[in-house]
Nanobody, 122 residues
């Protein structure tokens, strides 16, 4: 089991920045790939970014590439999402997730946090 708790969401003006954190507890966090997803009202949950177990590989959705950065600190059992140049369309609940090998799709992930709200005003 892996328990995940996100934090760092909030309200920000367009063009601003936010940093999300996801603290993990339980076994084998350092062996798990981690992902960030988001879900806007009335829309399906979508992939944002993923990072391999050692941080050596990262992948991003085209919509956030160049603006968001995913990173992790295995000593602190934490994964981060730095979000810059935020746009109103980034408004969503952001979720972190874990699975052994990573991926870009919701069903590939075994463990999920409860989510944190990010709201970007225009």
């Amino acid at each position: 089991q892996v328990q995940l708790v996100e934090s760092g969401g909030g309200l920000v003006q367009g063009g601003g920045s936010l940093s999300l954190s996801c603290a993990a507890s339980g076994r084998t966090f350092s062996n798990a790939a981690m992902g960030w997803f988001r879900q806007a009202p009335g829309k399906e949950r979508e992939f944002v970014a993923t990072i391999s177990w050692n941080g050596g590989r990262t992948y991003y959705a085209d919509s956030v590439k160049g603006r968001f950065t995913i990173s992790r600190d295995n000593a602190k059992n934490t994964v981060y999402l730095q979000m810059n140049s935020l746009k109103p369309e980034d408004t969503a609940v952001y979720y972190c997730a874990a699975n052994p090998i990573g991926g870009f799709n919701v069903p590939e992930y075994d463990y999920w946090g409860q989510g944190t709200q990010v709201t970007v005003s225009s």
